[in-house]
Nanobody, 124 residues
Framework: QVQLVESGGGDVLNGGSLRLSCVASGGTLNSLTVGWFRQEPGKEREFVGAIGWGESSIYYGNSVKGRFTLSRDNAKNTLYLQMNSLRPSDTAVYYC?????????????????WGQGTQVTVSR
């Protein structure tokens, strides 16, 4: 069973940058669709972005397009989320998630493996 562990969250000022990491164990990331979701208190978990099999299949949520970038280091079995031009509205707990199908979907119920989450707080 694949396990995911996120890191890299923290506090940052409006307009700043952070890079989140998601390390997988018990399986290889390049055989999975992997991505990020985020959740604010009292709100539903929101799709941020995901990479399917092969780097050509990358999708982003509308609220982060042009600011966030996904990448995957297969040698390190790690998924990254580079977040630039951060806004207070990006404040949330960010979760790494994986599904066995190679097709990227935005529905959180289609992802069967989740990390524990990492907090990102963007201050004005």
């Amino acid at each position: 069973q694949v396990q995911l562990v996120e890191s890299g969250g923290g506090d940052v000022l409006n307009g700043g940058s952070l890079r989140l990491s998601c390390v997988a164990s018990g399986g290889t990331l390049n055989s999975l669709t992997v991505g990020w979701f985020r959740q604010e208190p009292g709100k539903e978990r929101e799709f941020v972005g995901a990479i399917g099999w092969g780097e050509s299949s990358i999708y982003y949520g509308n609220s982060v397009k042009g600011r966030f970038t996904l990448s995957r280091d297969n040698a390190k079995n790690t998924l990254y989320l580079q977040m630039n031009s951060l806004r207070p509205s990006d404040t949330a707990v960010y979760y790494c998630a994986a599904r066995s199908s190679g097709v990227v979907v935005t529905d959180r119920s289609s992802y069967h493996v989740w990390g524990q989450g990492t907090q990102v707080t963007v201050s004005r």
